[in-house]
Nanobody, 114 residues
Framework: QVQLVESGGGLVQPGGSLRLSCAAS????????MAWYRQAQGKERELVAQ????????YYADFVKGRFSISRTDDFDEVYLDMDSLRSEDSATYYC???????WGRGTQVVVSS
């Protein structure tokens, strides 16, 4: 059974940093693209970043490019999102996604506020 479990969300100050983790199980992790999406209150869910199976090709949305970094490790079947220079508009629930499927994590909430 496919499971994606996010963690690491919380309250951070503008300009601060946070690391989100997604623990994956129940599928061949090393064969799939993985992605992070986010959804703010009252807004559409949007793609933040994605990473290929080998972890050497990455995509970032323009609004996070240069501030966020996606990575993965086959050692633990985990994908990460390192977030720097956080802004209030980054506040959202962040979701881990198994690309090409309908499998999502349940999300972890990030609040950027002073």
């Amino acid at each position: 059974q496919v499971q994606l479990v996010e963690s690491g969300g919380g309250l951070v100050q503008p300009g601060g940093s946070l690391r989100l983790s997604c623990a994956a199980s129940g599928f061949a992790f090393s064969e799939y693209f993985m992605a992070w999406y986010r959804q703010a209150q009252g807004k559409e869910r949007e793609l933040v970043a994605q990473i290929n199976p080998l972890g050497d090709e990455k995509y970032y949305a323009d609004f996070v490019k240069g501030r966020f970094s996606i990575s993965r490790t086959d050692d633990f079947d985990e994908v990460y999102l390192d977030m720097d220079s956080l802004r209030s508009e980054d506040s959202a629930t962040y979701y881990c996604f198994l690309v090409g499927t309908n499998y999502w994590g349940r999300g972890t909430q990030v609040v950027v506020s002073s």
